[in-house]
């Protein structure tokens, strides 16, 4: 039996070893093109917030019309390289992000 110090000190190797992706890695980079770019970032920042909370909205409201509005009213932000960089490497890390957590839902016991 592991230790709750040992687990965390296999975490902390982890986040290591997940500093050290190509994903994560082109992530940061991305992240820090965008930076460079500081209203560009807040608008960048105001789209995800909300095409977040269409992804999350009650099931009977017409989603699809709503994304591509809110695509359609930032084409020219999302067309930006710093902005599709940004986008894309992003949702490069988070799944593979959402692919770790998602393996170690399944393999524990609730």
Known sequence: MI???ELYDYVD???????????YKEYIHALRELEK??????????????NYFLQH???HEDIYE?????R??????LERPEVSDFLMTEWEFFGMMQGVF???MNNMDF
């Open 3 to 5: 230790s709750e110090t």
């Open 37 to 50: 770019y500081p209203d560009i970032k807040e608008k960048v920042y105001e789209f995800r917030r909300e």
């Open 13 to 23: 190797r982890f986040i290591v070893y997940m500093k050290n992706t190509r994903e």
């Open 66 to 70: 709503r994304v591509e509005e809110l």
């Open 57 to 59: 909205a009650p099931e």
């Open 102 to 104: 998602d393996r170690i």
């Open 72 to 77: 359609s009213r930032n084409e020219e932000l």
